[in-house]
């Protein structure tokens, strides 16, 4: 048998220790120091870095080290496709607020000043804020703004996978101000910093015979998962795959290294229908404007430009301007989602030529998933 526990696996799963982390999470205390040793806050906080490096995990065990006196209220932006609506279910889930979701936001706020008013000190925290960011800057900004002039003593801690400039450049100078951010980064994970975090997860989930002789598997995982995203998430995914391919396919009771190449591909599939599935709307419909342009090979910004305002008109939403969907061929582009290469065009400069991938894998769920619809 190769699992003893094959929870331990899950990112539901809380492991004992945050490896190579000590770092931020030394500073995410730092900077809260004030309002936890005072109750007194001087500064908010960013956590950023790219996905499954350990923000949200940390975070976490920052807040069950709290004391009492500090109310913790702890809200996700997965997939929100507003502020309004973010709000509202924040509210909902960590103060029990139930409000009409035809109320404007004041009526939000007000009910949110209410709830703390008997508390000392309140930290919130909004995790996965690229979903505002990208969907609805706008209410971000105001909703940031109104925390951040709050007359009470109230901490933020904003996380997200963004860089550091995404946020003070879709808020207004007066936020970011008031604001005053002090920011944390999580950078990806290096192989060792992978195989340390790998071997730990895998002595509890994997059975003791599975896990002596599985070394060299997880050697492998830590590696190839380093030269990709660094993402602890995806190491463990992929241990478990393996794991199963191991065992199911080819029958052993231990973790081979040649299962890790299957599983990888395996992986692939489930990750680009991950990826394509948590795309926002507007990011969706410049992908599906690629799509459609796919049989042309160099497509210009504005080729995909024109596209885009006519899936955009089909689906009922107003355009953003070109500047914006140029940052989202950007991101689309390092998500492995479409294809971007820059060419010198003699005297004319620079230009950036768009085209959409040549992976089959891509091509089968992106219009299985068209089909399906959202
Ligand atoms: N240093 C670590 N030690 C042990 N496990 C870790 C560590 N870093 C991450 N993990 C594990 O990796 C997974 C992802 O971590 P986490 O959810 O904290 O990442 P994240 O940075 O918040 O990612 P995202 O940006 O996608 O939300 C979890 O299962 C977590 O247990
Ligand atoms: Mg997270």
Redesign the pocket.
């Known amino acids: 048998m190769v699992f003893r526990d094959p929870f331990v696996l ?2 539901t ?3 004992k ?5 000590e770092e931020q999470i030394a500073d995410i205390t730092y900077h809260l120091s004030s309002l936890i040793r005072y109750g007194l806050l001087t500064n908010n906080i960013l956590i950023y ?10 975070v976490k065990r920052v807040l069950s080290n709290l004391t009492e006196d500090i109310n913790a209220l702890y809200g996700r932006a997965y997939r929100a496709s507003s502020c309004h609506a973010f709000f509202r279910s924040f509210l909902e889930k960590s103060l029990n607020v139930t409000l009409h979701p035809r109320e404007g936001i004041s009526v939000y706020y007000s009910a949110f000043e209410k709830e703390i008013s008997a508390k000392k000190s309140v930290l919130v925290v909004f ?2 804020i690229q979903y505002l960011l990208s969907e609805d800057p706008k209410g971000l900004d105001g909703l940031l703004f109104y925390l951040s002039r709050l007359d009470k003593n109230l901490g933020l801690i904003l ?3 963004i860089r550091v400039n995404d946020l003070s450049l879709a808020l207004d100078p007066p936020t970011t101000s008031s604001l005053r951010l002090r920011s944390v980064y ?1 950078p990806k ?1 290096n192989a060792k ?1 992978l195989k340390d ?1 790998l071997t ?2 895998a002595q509890e989930a994997l059975t003791d015979n599975a896990f002596i002789q599985s070394t060299a598997a997880i050697g492998k995982i830590a590696a190839l998962t380093a030269q990709g995203w660094g ?3 995806y190491a ?1 995914d992929l241990l478990k795959e393996s794991g199963t391919v191991s065992e199911a396919i080819l029958g052993k009771g231990y973790i081979l290294e040649e299962a890790v190449d299957r599983a990888e591909k395996m992986l692939e599939v489930s990750k680009i229908e991950e990826e394509i599935r948590n795309l926002p709307q507007q990011p969706m419909a410049v992908l599906e404007a690629v799509y459609r342009l796919r049989r042309k090979k160099e497509l210009s910004t504005g080729d995909v430009y024109s596209e885009y305002e006519r899936v955009g008109h089909e689906r009922g939403f107003e355009a953003y301007s070109l500047r914006r969907v140029s940052d989202i061929i950007t991101e689309l582009d390092s998500a492995g989602l479409i294809s971007c290469r820059v060419v010198s065009r003699g005297r004319f400069g620079r230009t950036r030529l768009i085209s959409w991938p040549s992976n089959p894998s891509l091509e089968k769920v992106y219009s299985r998933e068209r089909e399906e619809g959202p």
């Open positions: 899950t990112d799963f809380i492991p220790r945050i490896q190579h982390r870095g790219p996905p499954g490096t350990g923000k949200t995990h940390s995790d996965d996380i997200g996978n999580f994970y910093e975090i730990d997860r993402s602890a998430r463990l």
